[in-house]
C-alpha cells in the first residue's frame, strides 16, 4: 500500500498543522456535527499571531470562540447559514452572512467568487486504499476541499465511514492530525414543555402525514415538526429519503420497514443526504451502511435532481407568513436568525416533481399563544424565504391549504381558516379592508 509512507510524512500535531494559516487567510471549516474542535482550538490559540482571517461555515455545533468580542481583529466569521453558536455574532456585527441557497454554495466556491486558502475538516480514518470519509457530513466541504490550498485533516478513529460520494484520498491532504475523541452530537429536539405544545406539534405531524402517499419519497431535517412528522408515519409503507440531511428519527422508520427506499425514481434502494445532524446511535447507523448514500449539497439540493423523484414530498419550517402567502423562514425582523438552507432548493424541486408535494410547516401561534404567525404582513425587516409564487401548501394545527395558483381572495381566506381561532377575526377585519376579501 503504497499510501501509507505518504500517510506517515504527513502526520503531526494540532498546534504544528495550524502554523500553515496565515493572516489574511479564508478558512473553511467541516460545519454540522463534524467540526474538527482539535484544529479550530488549535486555529484560535494562534490568534495573537493572526489578523483579518475570515472564517467560513455553514451550521455547525458546538462552541465557536473565533466570534468571540476579543477576536474580532484576528477572525471574521461569513456565516453561509447562521446557528445558534455565531447568531449573536452576526445580529452585533462581528459576523456576516452570506443570503444563498444551499445548493449554489458550491459553485461559489468553484468559481472562485468565495475563495478558499486552508479547509479544516474532520474524516475517518483512510481505507486499505487511502480514502477517508467525510462521514458525518459531505455536505459543502468535499468541494472546499476540491478548491483550497491547504488541506488540514483531523483523522478520528470514532468518524463513521459514510458511503457514496464521501470521500479524499490522503494524497490530497497537507496536514494530518490523529485524534480519538468523540463526534459532536446533537440530540432530537424533545416535543416537551406543555402538554398544549406538544399537542400542537403532534397534530401538525398528523396533518402532514395524512398527505404522504405510500411510496413517496421525503425530505425531513430536524426540529420539532420534522420530528413530529416521523413520528406520525407508522402505518405508511415504501417510503423513501432524499434530504439535504436526516437525523436519529429516521431509524426507528427503517427498522420497521417504513422507509426502505424501494419505489423511489432516482438512487432506489439509497437514503440519499448530503450530512447528518444527531447522536452517536446515528453515526453507528451510518457507518459502511449501504443503505446511506452521501452526496455533496450543490448534488443532493439541486432542484433538477430532487424534481425527478417521484411523489417528493418537501416538509420546511418557517417563522411567519402573510395573507399572501410570502414566507419568512430565516429571520425574525431586522434579526437574521438562520438562512435560506434548502428550503426552496427542495419547494422546487418537489414542485416539479410528479406527484410531488412541497409543504410549508409552522405552528399557528408563537410567544405561548400571544402572536400570530400567519400575519397581515411579515415583520418590519423581515426576510422573504420563499416568495408568493413558490409556495404551495401551508400547514398548521389546524389543517393543510394549497395556496399554488389562488388568487389573493383565495390565499386570504384559506390561510385564515387554518391561523388560531383567536386571530381570525382580526385577519379577517384586515382582509376586508384590504378589498381581499
Same mark, same amino acid.
Request: glycine share 8%; net charge negative; hydrophobic share 40%.
Given at each position: 500500500m503504497p499510501w501509507i509512507d505518504s500517510y506517515r510524512s504527513r502526520v503531526t500535531t494540532a498546534q504544528e498543522a495550524v502554523k500553515v494559516i496565515k493572516s489574511g487567510d479564508k478558512i473553511h471549516l467541516h460545519p454540522g456535527c463534524a467540526v474538527p474542535e482539535v484544529l479550530v482550538d488549535?486555529?484560535?490559540?494562534?490568534?495573537?499571531?493572526?489578523?483579518?482571517?475570515?472564517?467560513?461555515?455553514?451550521?455547525?455545533?458546538?462552541?465557536?470562540?473565533?466570534?468571540?468580542?476579543?477576536?474580532?481583529?484576528?477572525?471574521?466569521?461569513?456565516?453561509?447559514? =447562521? !446557528?445558534? *453558536?455565531?447568531?449573536?455574532?452576526?445580529?452585533? &456585527?462581528?459576523?456576516?452572512? /452570506?443570503?444563498?441557497?444551499?445548493?449554489?454554495?458550491?459553485?461559489?466556491?468553484?468559481?472562485?467568487?468565495?475563495?478558499?486558502?486552508?479547509?479544516?475538516?474532520?474524516?475517518?480514518?483512510?481505507?486499505?486504499?487511502?480514502?477517508?470519509s467525510f462521514g458525518v457530513g459531505v455536505d459543502v466541504t468535499k468541494p472546499a476541499t476540491d478548491v483550497a490550498k491547504v488541506v488540514i485533516a483531523q483523522v478520528n478513529h470514532n468518524m463513521p465511514r459514510a458511503l457514496g460520494d464521501s470521500f479524499i484520498h490522503v494524497s490530497k491532504i497537507h496536514k494530518i492530525v490523529?485524534?480519538?475523541?468523540?463526534?459532536?452530537?446533537?440530540?432530537?429536539?424533545?416535543?416537551?414543555?406543555?402538554?398544549?405544545?406538544?399537542?400542537?406539534?403532534?397534530? =401538525? !405531524?398528523? *396533518?402532514?402525514?395524512?398527505?404522504i402517499e405510500? &411510496?413517496?419519497?421525503?425530505? /425531513?431535517?430536524?426540529?420539532?415538526?420534522?420530528?413530529?412528522v416521523l413520528m406520525s408515519l407508522e402505518g405508511k409503507k415504501d417510503l423513501g429519503i432524499h434530504s439535504e440531511m436526516f437525523s436519529d428519527g429516521v431509524i426507528k422508520l427503517v427498522e420497521n420497514g417504513i422507509i426502505n427506499n424501494e419505489k423511489k425514481?432516482?438512487?432506489?434502494?439509497?437514503?440519499?443526504?448530503?450530512?447528518?445532524?444527531?447522536?452517536?446511535?446515528?453515526?453507528?447507523?451510518?457507518?459502511?451502511?449501504?443503505?446511506?448514500?452521501?452526496?455533496?449539497?450543490?448534488?443532493?439540493?439541486?432542484?433538477?435532481?430532487?424534481?425527478?423523484?417521484?411523489?417528493?414530498?418537501?416538509?420546511?419550517?418557517?417563522?411567519?407568513?402573510?395573507?399572501?402567502g410570502q414566507v419568512c423562514a430565516d429571520s425574525v425582523g431586522y434579526d437574521l436568525y438562520s438562512g435560506f438552507g434548502g428550503q426552496v432548493d427542495f419547494i422546487r424541486g418537489a414542485a416539479r416533481s410528479e406527484g410531488g408535494k412541497p409543504i410549508v410547516a409552522l405552528p399557528s401561534t408563537a410567544k405561548k399563544g400571544t402572536v400570530s404567525r400567519i400575519t397581515t404582513h411579515l415583520a418590519e425587516g423581515a426576510g422573504v424565504t420563499t416568495s408568493r409564487g413558490d409556495v404551495h401548501f401551508v400547514a398548521t394545527e389546524f389543517g393543510v391549504v394549497n395556496l399554488h395558483g389562488k388568487k389573493i381572495s383565495d390565499r386570504a381566506k384559506a390561510l385564515i381558516s387554518i391561523a388560531h381561532p383567536r386571530f381570525r377575526d382580526e385577519l379577517t377585519c384586515f382582509a376586508k379592508k384590504r378589498m381581499w376579501m
Open positions: 488549535a486555529m484560535v490559540d494562534r490568534a495573537p499571531e493572526l489578523y483579518d482571517c475570515e472564517v467560513l461555515h455553514v451550521l455547525s455545533v458546538g462552541k465557536a470562540r473565533y466570534v468571540e468580542p476579543e477576536m474580532a481583529q484576528h477572525f471574521k466569521h461569513t456565516a453561509l447559514f =447562521i !446557528g445558534n *453558536n455565531v447568531r449573536k455574532a452576526v445580529n452585533e &456585527g462581528r459576523a456576516d452572512f /452570506v443570503p444563498v441557497f444551499l445548493s449554489e454554495i458550491s459553485g461559489l466556491f468553484y468559481s472562485g467568487d468565495i475563495k478558499i486558502d486552508v479547509a479544516l475538516i474532520h474524516v475517518s480514518p483512510p481505507d486499505e486504499h487511502g480514502f477517508c490523529e485524534v480519538d475523541a468523540p463526534i459532536m452530537e446533537l440530540p432530537q429536539m424533545e416535543l416537551d414543555a406543555t402538554d398544549e405544545e406538544i399537542g400542537v406539534f403532534r397534530r =401538525i !405531524g398528523e *396533518n402532514i402525514s395524512s398527505m405510500d &411510496g413517496s419519497t421525503l425530505q /425531513v431535517g430536524i426540529g420539532k415538526i420534522p420530528d413530529a425514481s432516482i438512487h432506489p434502494g439509497k437514503m440519499v443526504a448530503g450530512f447528518v445532524l444527531g447522536t452517536r446511535k446515528l453515526f453507528d447507523f451510518i457507518d459502511n451502511n449501504p443503505i446511506a448514500e452521501f452526496h455533496p449539497t450543490h448534488y443532493v439540493n439541486d432542484p433538477f435532481i430532487i424534481s425527478q423523484n417521484k411523489k417528493m414530498v418537501a416538509i420546511n419550517s418557517a417563522i411567519q407568513i402573510d395573507l399572501t
